[in-house]
């Protein structure tokens, strides 16, 4: 889950990484269980196929945005891309085996490491986790089509502001999934705490030296919180997104 920007390159890599805790099953409450709704009323029908949980959850966020926006939010997302169909600007964030969002064709991919990281370590809870990876970088499609001030920029003090406000975007999402009775908020929330405190954790690859997750996109306890506002909420305006162009 992060926004990276390479230099002379006009690029946002977003990875939100797959959690790998001890390769154990995550359970989202202190004491082994999950009060309130199960991750299986996300996607019932996904059951826990990943490619049917990124195809089931993607189109949810999308359509939620676009009802929000009144604007088409659509942009494609591939799982376990082909290094060759990746624009070779936004190819070194493959290597990270996570997620991110290439503003060279406006696309969204999650790698085959990312998926097979959260079969692994979240077991039943694989809907949850998935959905804090492709909520974050549909937030980030969102930033796009509002052109978010600093969406550009390679400062890494904005990087940490728009990673943050993803983060929130994606809370404002599974506000509405937590309302329709299809989403436990603690347990959501707690996901995606294991989710960057892993991330966090996860070597950089050489072609992209220099990368720090913390430098440009907050602690874990400033991203948790970030999207904590957007759960509670369930406004955009809290995350303070940009209106729409001639909204």
């Not at 070194?92 to 990281?117: D, E, I, Q, W």
């Not at 990673?163 to 299809?182: F, I």
Request: hydrophobic residues 40%; aromatic residues 6%; positive net charge.
């Amino acid at each position: 889950m992060r926004l990276a920007r390479l230099i002379g390159r006009r690029l946002i890599g977003v990875l939100l990484g797959a959690v790998v805790i001890s390769g154990c099953t995550v359970r989202p409450t202190g004491h082994g269980s999950v009060a309130g709704t199960l991750p299986s009323a996300l996607c019932p029908k996904a059951e826990l196929d990943a490619g049917s949980l990124v195809d089931c959850v993607s189109a949810d966020v999308s359509t939620f945005w676009t009802n929000r926006l009144h604007r088409p939010i659509n942009e494609p997302l591939f799982v376990d891309p082909r290094p060759a169909a990746v624009p070779r600007a936004c190819r070194p964030f493959l290597s990270f085996g996570t997620a991110f969002f290439c503003t060279n064709n406006s696309t969204v991919y999650l790698t085959h490491k990312a998926v097979t990281r959260d079969q692994k370590t979240f077991g039943i809870f694989l809907p949850w986790a998935l959905a804090t990876i492709v909520s974050h970088e549909i937030g980030h499609v969102v930033q796009q089509a509002v052109q978010q001030p600093g969406f550009d920029s390679r400062s890494d003090a904005v990087s940490r502001k728009l990673e943050q406000q993803a983060d929130c975007l994606s809370g404002v999402w599974a506000y509405a999934k937590v309302k329709a009775g299809q989403l436990d908020a603690a347990g959501f929330r707690l996901t995606e705490r294991r989710e960057l405190e892993a991330v966090s954790s996860l070597p950089t690859p050489g072609d992209l030296s220099g990368y720090n997750e913390v430098r440009t996109h907050g602690t874990v306890a400033e991203r948790v919180a970030a999207l904590s506002k957007g759960l509670a909420s369930g406004d955009p305006a809290s995350c303070d997104l940009a209106k729409p162009l001639g909204s």
